[in-house]
């Protein structure tokens, strides 16, 4: 993630960082907030994998496209493989596992969840010589805590298929974070694409092979929420979190990790009528101050 895309590239000739960046935060804050409740919405009409496998391989065809038509590189072999590989953790499993999760549980408490993403990319870096410092281990206690207390609550007790899509989910995205930064990738936004695309295939193998099928068409509420997944969520969404990569400091772009959950709590409860216990409440503040605890301590390093 280290080139923005044409989306972003040509406002900014025109506006100023002092205008786009807080356009750009609330893009990563209220819209991939709001995409939780928007994939429950979805899957109205659309069996979770197959869900993800449309989202995906239309709004990688339409950025690899758009790309290509720009005059960016194809991915060699090697990196459609580690693509491949890493669209599989990232959106096969990880985005794969909040889709199924989301069928019995609330998109905010999903949110929350998926924010614990941040404490195992933490550990999982470790791996290649770089380990929490105190803070962070601080931080990584204090999330995991609230991991717990977040599975104690009524809805997730309630749902153990969904608790362990919950805890599966955001391990493999972060392991996959971490292990792409050390292979063969496309340049970033290409690499976006691919994975997406990539990604798409295992997605589309679980959804026959789980013998998910279509009741009939989906419904135009299904659809609208769809069209916002893959506008929304993968293109705009995405687009703004670049631009933050490259205008701000990583602890900045990366906040959306602990400003997400209270905002689709907050969705969902406003417009869907999720109910939250207080011990959702209160696992969604401990694991939001682990989070942030990490990214203060990446801010001083």
Same mark, same amino acid.
């Given at each position: 993630m280290n080139d923005h895309p044409p989306a972003v590239a040509a406002p900014a000739r025109s506006l100023s960082p002092d205008v786009l960046v807080p356009l750009a935060l609330f893009g990563v804050y209220v819209i991939w907030g709001s995409t939780y409740y928007g994939l429950r919405v979805a899957l109205g009409g659309f069996p979770p994998f197959a869900l993800a496998a449309i989202r995906f391989v239309i709004a990688g065809g339409l950025l690899y496209a758009l790309l290509r038509w720009r005059g960016g590189a194809a991915p060699t072999w090697r990196q459609w493989l580690n693509c491949l590989v890493t669209g599989t953790l990232l959106l096969g499993i990880g985005n794969g596992g909040v889709c199924y999760a989301e069928q019995t549980v609330a998109s905010g408490i999903t949110a929350v969840a998926v924010a614990s993403a941040a404490l195992f990319m933490a550990?999982?870096? @470790?791996?290649?010589? =770089?380990?929490?410092?105190?803070?962070?281990?601080?931080? *990584?206690?204090?999330?995991?805590?609230?991991?717990?207390?977040?599975?104690?609550?009524?809805? *997730?007790?309630? !749902?153990?298929?969904?608790?362990?899509? *919950?805890?599966? !989910?955001?391990?493999?995205?972060?392991?996959?974070?971490?292990?792409?930064?050390?292979?063969?990738?496309?340049?970033?936004?290409? +690499?976006?694409?691919? =994975?997406?695309?990539?990604?798409?295939?295992?997605?589309?193998?679980?959804?026959?092979?789980? @013998?998910?099928?279509?009741?009939?068409?989906?419904?135009?509420?299904?659809?609208?929420?769809?069209?916002?997944?893959?506008?929304?969520? +993968?293109?705009?969404?995405?687009?703004?979190?670049?631009?933050?990569?490259?205008?701000?400091?990583?602890?900045?772009? !990366?906040?959306?990790?602990?400003?997400?959950?209270?905002?689709?709590?907050?969705?969902?409860?406003?417009?869907?009528?999720?109910?939250?216990?207080?011990?959702?409440?209160?696992?969604?503040?401990v694991i939001v101050a682990g989070v942030a605890a990490i990214t203060l301590a990446k801010t001083k390093k």
């Open positions: 550990i999982f870096a @470790g791996w290649y010589g =770089q380990w929490p410092n105190r803070m962070e281990w601080v931080g *990584l206690v204090i999330g995991f805590a609230g991991i717990v207390v977040l599975n104690l609550g009524g809805e *997730l007790r309630g !749902s153990p298929a969904g608790a362990i899509a *919950l805890v599966l !989910s955001p391990v493999a995205w972060a392991f996959g974070s971490v292990w792409s930064k050390h292979q063969d990738m496309p340049e970033p936004m290409m +690499s976006a694409a691919a =994975q997406m695309l990539a990604g798409s295939v295992p997605l589309a193998i679980v959804s026959v092979a789980s @013998g998910e099928h279509f009741t009939g068409m989906p419904d135009a509420t299904s659809m609208a929420a769809m069209a916002y997944l893959i506008v929304f969520g +993968s293109l705009l969404g995405f687009s703004a979190y670049i631009y933050l990569l490259h205008h701000t400091r990583p602890a900045l772009a !990366s906040s959306y990790a602990y400003v997400n959950p209270p905002v689709a709590v907050l969705v969902g409860v406003l417009l869907g009528g999720e109910v939250v216990s207080r011990l959702d409440i209160v696992g969604t503040i």
